[in-house]
Structures are given as C-alpha cells and as structure tokens.
C-alpha cells in the first residue's frame, strides 16, 4: 500500500479553510474517489496525517486545478 508524504502542518496555520478532507477534496475537484487518492499518493496533492484524518492543502488542490486548465 502506497503511503502519504509527511507533511506537517505549518505553526499557527491549522485554519479550516487552508485543509479539507478527502471527501471535501472530491467534491470540490468533482473527482472521484481513486483519482483524489492517486493525486494524494502521487505527491501532486500535499497532504498530512491527523490522527486517523487524512488532510489535504486547499492551495495544493487549487495549485493542481490551475496546472490542468491552463492557468497561471
């Protein structure tokens, strides 16, 4: 089984709207359920471990979207 990257959350920026869940993360994508798991696995999606709670950047996932539509 593949294994997420270490990424620690910065100090002091554990705000609710800078990490969502891999649900949230799907809805928000509109992705399904393998596709957000490659992109986390992958290393395209920056994510960390809380607990049993697999976290992924929002700027990470928008950083992805912009790269696949075209924008800078």
């Known amino acids: ?11 002091g920026s554990q705000d609710r709207d800078e990490w969502m869940t891999v649900i ?4 928000y994508m ?12 992958s290393g395209e999606i920056d994510s960390y ?8 950047s929002r700027a990470s996932v928008n950083a992805y979207i912009d790269s696949r539509s075209g924008r800078n």
């Open 1 to 11: 089984m593949a294994r997420t990257a270490e990424c620690a959350a910065p100090e």
């Open 24 to 27: 949230e993360m799907q809805e």
């Open 30 to 41: 509109r992705a399904g359920r393998n596709k957000a798991y490659d992109l986390i696995w």
């Open 49 to 56: 471990r809380l607990g049993r709670k697999l976290l992924v």
